[in-house]
């Protein structure tokens, strides 16, 4: 553990001493604003030392070499036209178990934002609930979530995703009271535990591999396996009880049993948590392990990817056609978009498993925008439902939302955008996700005889994707519908709390912004995908001359561009 | 200040304008959107101009014969001022994907620019008074739809098209929704996902146009602008067997936009239960949209898949026309029956547009501005009836001539535009078009369709004759004879006839329709620069098809069947 460790993990660190002082303070000073406003600037000093870390790190001004190199790409001396911004370094050699690149920022990034909201949303639970550990507990969830994004080492990605799981154990508990609460709450427990053991006896194949947990280390022992050998098919079953055990986070469908269920006994907080904690950190798991430290392992990883991907958007969406809960509709809404980003995955294995997608339309950063785009959009929706019910009357049916388009109209109009965004309607968020999603598909070229029929797979993939898209219009057009067409059948008080009201304003702003000006998180998701590609390492980090001096992580950014 | 953008953004600013002063009810938000519209009219006429004023030295060489014939020779020579207005900005540039936000107009999009931005006013005037409940919100979407139908049509990259293209879905999904009849939830919700179900395969097949020309194009660049693909399919154009698919993809979109014969049936429903304006936009330009799209990017782009699927986009195109009206004739509701005559009347513009001729490319695109006048029209002035007695139904009226004679007098206007009178604008379209479509079905038919080609240019004029039946029909049973009127909702003794307020929305269509009818010239000539390299295009596939074996199915067809008269 060295300086240069501590220092990138300063924003984890942030979140976890307030979440001590939370949990600790709470016991002598009950009251939820101050906690909240604890919470809140937790995240916020959070994201403050992520964003020193950034520009430090990734964009360190003046730098001799950059400019060179740029210099040399465009033509002219030092001199960068606006059309074509500098681009940053992708990856720095940090020592120790993480790996610090454009990846991980943006995973970290979004997870920030993302938290800020959960505990807006969080900041006006119901009276019986014991706000301090609800807030300490969702700190750390997102902590973990963070950990993950930059683990470089099994046992680390481990822990981050176990720190992901267990808090939201006690949330769930937290959540709610009920009978249904405490029946989510175990089948949650149960089948998360299962699915942990499966992929730690996935694993622990990987570890009997390359005798380390190191992914590089992996990845030279992976890559290095005779094709004769027998041990080849202890890759593949590693292979495949990875995707078991991270499929149950991401909802792939016959590991998705639970998530209906659990999303309707639980509150739409807790419903909300659920549907994009987990997810992002089982994708950025898979992207982890499988896309770099399994080279070899592709075209079993896409067919994979490429089948779960097909089942999951569908039977999701269809399914989600005839659900009248609310939260159970979004369970189902969020299952299939989880076959959406799985697309992205596939195209991602497919890619490095030497197709040619030189399009830019990368699998990974398709997967990342989306999954941005679908966080925004969703929790965004559950905040409008927290913010729209009363603790001892909350919105449960569909048909709850009748007429709010002429009661609230604020509240209507922000739920409109999340439902267009997320059936993927220009111009929001949701509609350069997919695109991103849809183009990577059509843009796979294998290699090889069987190029041909993998390119009927993928382009099969796109076409389900999109008729899957215009089913999905049934279903968030029937909310939209219910919304301004119908005459309200009950009084809505729309007294969840200004703390949801905001986040949703927040969500539903970034949405129609990332919609209207794709480019920053398209840039962004682009140079996050071309870095998790890199071996690692990269410039190393010097703090003291706050600048990265190894010539050799510019020309890698530049040869990866 | 770029004039096109500020045409396209100008309802936003409206929109703004109308949150911030506008309280519940309709007074200032109608009088706000009446301005936009009309600065808006005013801007867009503006770059019409600019486009008129520089087409006019490059077209004087090449006019068609027939098309002459109509034309009146002496324009007054314009000077050349400023070149039209173009926008053109990066969106997405990232790491090999660029998007660019590029905005222009050329011979195909100009008129239906235009005449978006007119038809507009004309709906912010008929709904004045129709409109009570939640007006600012209605207006603000109307002003909305606005921005999405200039953006459709201004657009110059695939992108941007589609972005604009889907986007015109929400608020007219909320215009049907909300200020529709009594069915309205189920038209709106079906009008939405039929369109998004068609226009999504749509989006897969233009993705697929560009990384097609993207890794086997002359170029090999990731391009995304109108002008860039089509240069590049033009020298290295995709394969016939590609192609096809690619046709299809569009296809599915394009054809329900239109809509084709088999894919019709959201637009009746949509139409009737629209209220007045959403009716007029959705069959004056939303409908164009896939007319446009078909010329834009399956003819422009497939060339050899437009000329293989010719003869069943020809055929569906009759059966359309043919089942249009024949269905149109048997409808009680004025307004139901206007949707199928729509059915009809596009399938004229799709016959025009697949005959892949000159004369008939013109035609259909004619066509197209025709039937959003005069259909527009149609619908506005059935909106005012029922704006006066609450009833669609035919049999409840009668004699309504003597009781409203200006009103009368519009809709006769509109119906004899309709159906094709000469000196209207109808007729200059659809003679242009069916001459072409007889071109193609008489004297360009290959042998192995020759009979069909032939059935079908006869069964397309049979589509003129019933249109004049059902209009006529209508017009005669509602507005002459004894004077019949509903007898539960309107109260009788406040019908009153068209204000001034119904004529100055009226009258800009009329006096387009003349001109059209009577000067055809001035508005072919500035499409001509962009649709005759189209046709020549496709003549050119046509005859290098018929010397090659392995051209595409005309070619191919024709052999087929020499072995088939072996046997």
């Known amino acids: 553990m060295s300086t240069e460790t501590i220092y990138c993990l300063l924003p984890e660190m942030m979140l976890i001493i307030a979440a001590t002082l939370i949990y600790i303070g709470g016991v002598f000073v009950p009251g939820r604003q101050v906690w909240s406003g604890i919470a809140i600037g937790a995240v916020l000093v959070s994201g403050w030392t992520l964003y020193g870390q950034y520009t430090r ?26 059309e074509y911004p500098p681009e940053p370094i992708l990856s720095v050699a940090v020592p120790g178990p993480l790996k610090v690149d454009l990846f991980s920022q943006y995973v ?4 920030l934002v993302v938290g800020l909201i959960f505990v807006l949303m969080a900041t006006q639970l119901a009276p019986d609930v014991q706000v301090p550990e609800y807030l300490g507990t969702l700190l750390l969830a997102i902590t973990g979530l963070m950990i993950v994004a930059s683990a470089q080492e099994l046992v680390l990605l481990f822990i981050g995703l176990e720190l992901i799981s267990i808090p939201t154990y006690i949330l769930l508990y937290l959540g709610r009271r009920t009978i249904e609460s405490q029946e989510a709450t175990a089948k ?4 998360s535990i299962l699915s942990s ?12 591999a390359a005798g380390s947990t190191e992914l590089l280390k992996i990845q030279d022992a992976v890559g290095g396996i005779d094709e004769s050998s027998g041990f080849l098919w202890f890759a593949r079953l590693s292979l495949v009880l990875i995707f078991a055990g991270l499929g149950f986070k991401v909802t792939a469908v016959p590991f998705h049993f639970y998530a209906p269920d659990v999303y ?15 997810k992002l950190g089982g994708l950025v798991a898979l992207v982890r392990i499988v896309s770099f430290a399994m080279p070899g392992m592709e075209t079993y990883a896409w067919h994979l990817a490429l089948v779960l991907a097909l089942v999951t958007m569908t039977l999701g969406n269809v399914v989600a056609l005839w659900q009248d809960n609310i939260r159970r509709l979004l369970a189902y ?4 978009h989880g076959g959406y980003m799985l697309i992205g995955l596939a195209v991602a294995f497919a890619g490095a498993s030497g197709a040619d997608s030189a399009s830019g339309f990368d699998g990974v950063a ?19 439902v927290i913010y729209l019910g009363r603790d001892d009357r909350p919105i449960e049916s569909v048909d709850d939302l009748a007429g709010i388009g002429r009661n609230h109209p604020w509240t209507a109009l922000s739920l409109a955008v999340f439902m267009f965004s997320l059936t993927g309607i220009p111009p929001l968020a949701g509609f350069w996700g997919k695109l991103n999603l849809f183009a990577g598909a059509l843009s796979i070229h294998l290699p090889g005889e069987e190029g041909d029929l993998g390119r009927y797979w993928f382009i099969l993939l796109a076409v389900v994707g999109v008729l899957n898209a215009a089913i999905s219009a049934g279903y968030y057009l029937r909310i939209v519908g219910v919304m301004y067409f119908r005459s309200s059948q009950r009084d809505l008080q729309a007294d969840g709390g200004t703390g949801a009201g905001l986040a949703m304003v927040l969500c539903a702003v970034l949405v129609v912004f990332v919609g ?34 190894d010539v050799s992580a510019v020309a890698m950014s530049v040869a990866g561009e | 200040m770029n004039w096109l953008l500020a045409a396209i953004l100008l309802p936003v600013a409206g929109i703004a304008l109308i949150w911030v002063l506008g309280d519940a009810t309709r007074g200032p938000a109608r009088w706000i959107a009446l301005a936009t519209s009309v600065l808006t009219l005013v801007l867009a006429l503006g770059v019409v101009r600019s486009h008129i004023v520089q087409s006019q030295p490059t077209a004087a060489g090449e006019k068609i014969d027939l098309a002459e014939s109509f034309a009146d020779s002496g324009d007054p020579a314009v000077a050349v001022d400023a070149a039209p207005p173009t926008f053109d900005r990066y969106w997405i540039k990232s790491y090999g994907v660029e998007v660019r936000l590029a905005f222009g107009l050329d011979g195909l999009s100009l008129w239906m620019f235009g005449l978006s931005a007119l038809l507009v006013f004309t709906c912010v005037l008929v709904s004045w008074e129709a409109i009570e409940d939640r007006a600012p919100t209605f207006y603000a979407l109307l002003l909305l739809l606005e921005t999405g139908m200039l953006g459709v049509f201004a657009a110059r990259d695939i992108i941007v098209f589609y972005v604009f293209f889907e986007f015109t879905l929400i608020p007219l999904f909320f215009l049907i929704g909300i200020w529709g009849y009594e069915d309205r939830r189920y038209a709106a919700t079906k009008f939405f996902v039929f369109t998004l179900a068609g226009s999504l395969l749509t989006f897969l097949g233009l993705l697929s146009i560009v990384l097609w020309n993207f890794y086997h194009g002359a170029e090999g660049v990731l391009d995304f602008s109108f002008d860039g693909v089509a240069k590049a399919l033009a020298v290295q154009p995709i394969p016939a067997h590609l192609q096809i698919w690619i046709f299809l993809a569009l296809f599915a979109g394009f054809a329900v936009k239109v809509p084709l014969f088999p894919v019709h049936t959201w637009l009746p429903l949509a139409h009737t239960q629209a209220p007045t304006a959403g009716s007029v936009l959705l069959a004056g330009i939303l409908l164009k949209i896939g007319c446009y799209g078909f010329v834009r990017f399956n003819l422009s782009m497939l060339p050899d898949a437009s000329i293989t699927c010719m003869p069943w986009l020809l055929g569906l195109s009759v059966a359309g026309i043919v089942y249009g009206a024949l269905v149109a004739l048997a409808q009680s509701d004025m307004k139901r029956l206007i949707a199928y005559s729509s059915v009809s009347h596009l399938g004229f513009c799709m016959l025009g547009i697949f005959s892949l001729n000159r004369l008939g490319v013109q035609g259909g695109v004619l066509q197209m501005i025709n039937h959003g006048l005069s259909t527009g029209g149609l619908f506005a002035v059935i909106g005012m009836v029922y704006e006066r007695y609450h009833s669609r139904e035919i049999s409840e009226f009668g004699g309504l001539a003597r009781r409203m004679p200006i009103l009368a007098f519009f809709m006769l206007l509109f119906t004899f535009s309709s159906i094709g009178v000469p000196g209207l604008n109808g007729f200059a379209g659809e003679f242009l078009l069916l001459s072409g479509a007889f071109q193609r079905g008489w004297a360009e038919a290959p042998e192995s369709w020759a009979l069909a080609g032939r059935v079908i240019s006869v069964f397309a004029v049979s589509g003129v004759i019933l249109g004049a039946w059902y209009m006529l029909w209508l017009v005669q049973r509602v507005f002459f004879g004894p004077v019949r009127e509903p007898t539960h909702g309107g109260a009788h003794h406040e019908v009153h006839d068209l204000n001034l307020r119904e004529i100055t929305a009226l009258v800009p269509l009329v006096v387009l329709m003349f001109w059209i009818g009577l000067v055809p010239q001035h508005f072919l000539r500035p499409m001509a620069d962009t649709l005759d390299p189209v046709a020549q295009q496709i003549a050119a596939r046509i005859d290098s098809g018929e010397k090659s074996t392995v051209g595409p199915l005309l070619a191919r067809e024709t052999t087929g069947q020499e072995v088939a008269h072996v046997d």
């Open chain 1, 333 to 336: 809404s969020s299952i299939a």
């Open chain 1, 57 to 82: 790190m990734f964009w360190p001004d003046q730098h001799p070499v950059a400019d060179a190199v740029a210099a040399a790409e465009h033509g002219s001396a030092g001199e960068v036209s606006p």
């Open chain 1, 188 to 191: 949650y427990f149960f089948l």
């Open chain 1, 108 to 111: 970290r990034w979004l997870v």
């Open chain 1, 264 to 278: 309707q006994g639980t509150t739409a907080g807790n419903a909300a948590l659920l549907s994009v904690l987990p």
């Open chain 1, 516 to 549: 209207l000006q794709p480019n920053p998180l398209q840039v962004g998701a682009n140079a996050a995908a071309q870095s998790a590609r890199l071996p690692g390492g990269g410039a190393t980090l010097d703090i003291a001359s706050e600048q990265p001096s």
């Open chain 1, 366 to 384: 398709g997967m990342l925008f989306y999954i941005a785009a679908y966080a925004l959009a969703t929790t965004g929706t559950f905040a409008a």
């Open chain 1, 197 to 208: 053991a499966v992929m730690l006896y996935g694993f622990s194949f990987l570890y009997g």
